[in-house]
Protein backbone atom coordinates (compact mmCIF):
# COMPACT_ATOMS: atom_id res chain seq x y z
CA UNK A 1 0.00 0.00 0.00
CA UNK A 2 2.95 2.73 0.87
CA UNK A 3 4.57 1.69 -2.58
CA UNK A 4 1.52 2.71 -4.15
CA UNK A 5 0.86 5.66 -2.55
CA UNK A 6 4.80 6.84 -3.29
CA UNK A 7 3.71 5.95 -6.74
CA UNK A 8 0.53 7.93 -6.88
CA UNK A 9 2.50 11.11 -5.27
CA UNK A 10 2.37 14.45 -6.80
CA UNK A 11 5.83 15.56 -8.67
CA UNK A 12 6.04 18.34 -6.54
CA UNK A 13 8.33 21.76 -6.75
CA UNK A 14 10.85 20.37 -4.73
CA UNK A 15 11.71 17.71 -6.44
CA UNK A 16 11.47 19.81 -9.94
CA UNK A 17 14.18 21.61 -7.97
CA UNK A 18 16.21 18.46 -6.56
CA UNK A 19 16.10 17.29 -10.28
CA UNK A 20 17.79 19.78 -11.62
CA UNK A 21 20.29 20.15 -9.08
CA UNK A 22 21.01 16.38 -9.62
CA UNK A 23 21.20 17.26 -13.18
CA UNK A 24 23.40 20.40 -13.07
CA UNK A 25 25.86 18.82 -10.78
CA UNK A 26 26.36 15.29 -12.66
CA UNK A 27 26.67 17.19 -15.96
CA UNK A 28 29.52 19.89 -14.65
CA UNK A 29 31.28 17.24 -12.60
CA UNK A 30 31.23 15.34 -16.09
CA UNK A 31 32.75 18.23 -18.04
CA UNK A 32 35.03 19.58 -15.45
CA UNK A 33 36.48 16.11 -15.68
CA UNK A 34 36.30 15.24 -18.92
CA UNK A 35 39.52 13.70 -18.96
CA UNK A 36 38.93 11.02 -17.14
CA UNK A 37 34.91 10.76 -17.85
CA UNK A 38 35.43 9.39 -21.19
CA UNK A 39 37.32 6.68 -23.31
CA UNK A 40 38.41 2.74 -22.65
CA UNK A 41 39.43 3.67 -19.13
CA UNK A 42 37.13 5.75 -17.57
CA UNK A 43 36.09 6.69 -14.66
CA UNK A 44 33.11 9.06 -14.20
CA UNK A 45 32.97 10.67 -11.09
CA UNK A 46 29.46 11.90 -11.38
CA UNK A 47 28.18 8.62 -11.36
CA UNK A 48 28.57 8.67 -7.87
CA UNK A 49 25.52 10.24 -7.23
CA UNK A 50 23.87 7.10 -8.88
CA UNK A 51 22.87 6.45 -4.80
CA UNK A 52 20.33 9.49 -4.85
CA UNK A 53 18.09 7.42 -6.54
CA UNK A 54 17.97 5.11 -3.20
CA UNK A 55 16.89 8.55 -1.45
CA UNK A 56 14.40 10.56 -4.16
CA UNK A 57 12.36 9.91 -7.44
CA UNK A 58 13.65 12.88 -8.65
CA UNK A 59 17.28 11.82 -8.77
CA UNK A 60 16.28 9.46 -11.85
CA UNK A 61 15.44 12.06 -14.22
CA UNK A 62 17.94 14.15 -12.70
CA UNK A 63 20.69 11.73 -13.71
CA UNK A 64 19.13 11.23 -17.04
CA UNK A 65 19.13 14.98 -18.07
CA UNK A 66 22.75 15.15 -16.41
CA UNK A 67 24.20 12.43 -18.70
CA UNK A 68 22.69 13.77 -21.40
CA UNK A 69 23.71 17.40 -21.35
CA UNK A 70 26.92 16.24 -20.52
CA UNK A 71 27.18 13.69 -23.36
CA UNK A 72 25.86 16.55 -25.72
CA UNK A 73 28.06 19.50 -24.64
CA UNK A 74 31.44 16.64 -24.56
CA UNK A 75 30.19 16.53 -28.19
CA UNK A 76 30.13 12.53 -28.09
CA UNK A 77 28.69 10.83 -30.76
CA UNK A 78 24.79 10.37 -31.23
CA UNK A 79 24.40 6.54 -30.34
CA UNK A 80 26.72 7.41 -27.03
CA UNK A 81 24.59 10.20 -26.29
CA UNK A 82 21.17 8.55 -27.12
CA UNK A 83 22.13 4.97 -25.72
CA UNK A 84 24.86 6.07 -22.82
CA UNK A 85 22.28 8.64 -21.39
CA UNK A 86 19.57 5.52 -21.55
CA UNK A 87 21.61 3.42 -19.74
CA UNK A 88 21.81 5.76 -17.32
CA UNK A 89 18.13 6.50 -16.81
CA UNK A 90 17.93 2.68 -16.57
CA UNK A 91 20.33 2.15 -14.01
CA UNK A 92 18.30 5.25 -11.53
CA UNK A 93 15.25 3.53 -12.32
CA UNK A 94 16.58 0.22 -11.26
CA UNK A 95 18.23 1.96 -8.11
CA UNK A 96 15.06 3.66 -7.32
CA UNK A 97 12.85 0.39 -7.82
CA UNK A 98 15.31 -1.35 -5.46
CA UNK A 99 15.09 0.64 -2.01
CA UNK A 100 13.77 -0.67 0.72
CA UNK A 101 13.65 -3.92 -0.83
CA UNK A 102 17.46 -4.73 -0.91
CA UNK A 103 20.52 -3.67 1.08
CA UNK A 104 21.46 0.29 1.00
CA UNK A 105 24.58 -0.90 0.03
CA UNK A 106 23.79 -2.61 -3.14
CA UNK A 107 22.09 0.53 -4.59
CA UNK A 108 25.24 1.21 -6.78
CA UNK A 109 24.82 -1.93 -8.41
CA UNK A 110 22.62 -1.38 -11.51
CA UNK A 111 24.53 1.73 -12.28
CA UNK A 112 27.90 -0.41 -12.28
CA UNK A 113 26.30 -3.80 -14.25
CA UNK A 114 24.36 -1.56 -16.80
CA UNK A 115 26.91 1.12 -17.77
CA UNK A 116 29.72 -1.69 -18.12
CA UNK A 117 27.32 -3.61 -20.13
CA UNK A 118 26.02 -0.20 -22.35
CA UNK A 119 29.46 1.49 -22.41
CA UNK A 120 31.49 -1.35 -23.22
CA UNK A 121 29.37 -2.25 -26.19
CA UNK A 122 29.72 1.65 -27.42
CA UNK A 123 33.55 1.56 -26.75
CA UNK A 124 33.31 -1.68 -29.21
CA UNK A 125 30.86 -0.95 -31.86
CA UNK A 126 30.96 2.90 -32.08
CA UNK A 127 34.59 3.80 -30.72
CA UNK A 128 35.73 0.47 -32.01
CA UNK A 129 38.51 0.50 -29.75
CA UNK A 130 39.84 -2.43 -30.65
CA UNK A 131 39.23 -4.92 -27.90
CA UNK A 132 36.76 -7.60 -27.17
CA UNK A 133 33.39 -6.76 -25.83
CA UNK A 134 34.30 -8.42 -22.29
CA UNK A 135 37.66 -6.16 -21.88
CA UNK A 136 35.69 -3.10 -22.68
CA UNK A 137 32.69 -3.95 -20.15
CA UNK A 138 35.49 -4.99 -17.58
CA UNK A 139 37.49 -1.60 -17.58
CA UNK A 140 33.92 0.05 -17.99
CA UNK A 141 33.16 -1.50 -14.43
CA UNK A 142 35.82 -1.19 -12.90
CA UNK A 143 35.70 2.46 -13.06
CA UNK A 144 31.81 2.49 -12.45
CA UNK A 145 32.70 -0.03 -9.36
CA UNK A 146 35.54 2.76 -8.01
CA UNK A 147 32.67 6.04 -8.91
CA UNK A 148 29.61 4.11 -7.57
CA UNK A 149 31.15 2.11 -4.92
CA UNK A 150 34.29 3.87 -3.74
CA UNK A 151 32.43 7.37 -3.68
CA UNK A 152 28.75 6.90 -3.85
CA UNK A 153 28.95 5.01 -1.03
CA UNK A 154 30.71 7.51 1.51
CA UNK A 155 28.14 9.77 -0.15
CA UNK A 156 25.09 8.31 0.45
CA UNK A 157 26.51 7.62 4.52
CA UNK A 158 26.83 11.99 4.41
CA UNK A 159 23.15 11.92 3.26
CA UNK A 160 21.84 9.57 5.27
CA UNK A 161 22.47 11.93 7.93
CA UNK A 162 20.55 15.06 6.34
CA UNK A 163 17.55 12.34 4.54
CA UNK A 164 14.82 14.37 6.39
CA UNK A 165 15.99 18.12 5.64
CA UNK A 166 16.64 17.14 1.95
CA UNK A 167 14.46 14.75 0.94
CA UNK A 168 11.58 14.91 3.42
CA UNK A 169 10.47 11.25 4.93
CA UNK A 170 10.23 9.03 1.98
CA UNK A 171 12.21 6.27 1.25
Known amino acids: MEDLQQSTKKFTV ?13 ALL ?13 CRVSEAMSVRPD ?17 LLMGVPIYDVVLGSLATLIAAFITYKMRNRVSKYLAPLPSVVVNALVVGALLVYVYEVGVPFWVAAGYVAIGQAIACFALGLPLMTVLERFRGKLFGDAR
Open 55 to 71: FTCSAVPGLFIGCLLAN
Open 30 to 42: TIFLAPISSGLIQ
Open 14 to 26: RDLAQGAIIAAVY
